[in-house]
């Protein structure tokens, strides 16, 4: 990875596409793209729109990580089983299954989704059951 990448953004519908582009340029993985995706648009469902967000990606020598930080250090992202019909409700899930990991770290200014996965994109063999508090 070339170095770190930071966006402060404002939750909204039009910042998805636009993080998902810059992460596509500078790490060209479809798989931490759709992660972004998830993380902001699950701040924007169950935060709201105009909320402030910082994402970060980080890359180590096998692993990269991304972290969505807002300003809510209650609102803790729980993932849940949606029925066929449902429209939403997947995400967690998706995260969970891209993901080689994933948790929430609280903090008293807010809190953190994060989750991380092989550097080469994709899930590795992980245990069960991932996700929870760091």
Same mark, same amino acid.
């Given at each position: 990875?070339? =170095?770190?990448?930071?966006?402060?953004?404002?939750?909204?519908?039009?910042?998805?596409?636009?993080? %998902?582009?810059?992460?596509?340029?500078h790490?060209?993985?479809?798989?931490?793209?759709?992660?972004?995706?998830?993380?902001l648009?699950?701040?924007?469902?169950?935060?709201?729109?105009?909320?402030?967000?910082?994402?970060?990606?980080?890359?180590?020598?096998?692993?990269?990580?991304?972290?969505?930080?807002?300003?809510?250090?209650?609102?803790?992202?729980?993932?849940? %089983?949606?029925?066929?019909?449902?429209?939403?409700?997947?995400?967690?899930?998706l995260?969970?299954?891209?993901?080689?990991?994933?948790?929430?770290?609280?903090?008293? =200014?807010?809190k953190?989704?994060?989750?991380?996965?092989?550097?080469?994109?994709g899930p590795?063999?992980?245990p069960?059951?991932? =996700?929870?508090?760091?």
């Amino acid at each position: 990875m070339n =170095g770190d990448l930071t966006l402060r953004l404002l939750a909204s519908p039009r910042a998805i596409p636009l993080a %998902r582009h810059l992460v596509r340029e500078h790490l060209g993985s479809h798989e931490l793209e759709l992660c972004v995706s998830e993380l902001l648009t699950n701040a924007l469902t169950h935060l709201g729109e105009g909320t402030p967000v910082t994402l970060r990606v980080t890359g180590r020598a096998a692993r990269t990580r991304v972290e969505l930080t807002d300003p809510d250090p209650h609102a803790i992202p729980v993932p849940r %089983r949606a029925s066929a019909g449902e429209e939403s409700g997947r995400g967690l899930t998706l995260l969970d299954g891209l993901a080689e990991r994933w948790g929430v770290t609280r903090s008293a =200014g807010g809190k953190t989704v994060w989750c991380e996965m092989a550097s080469g994109g994709g899930p590795t063999a992980k245990p069960w059951p991932r =996700g929870g508090e760091a």
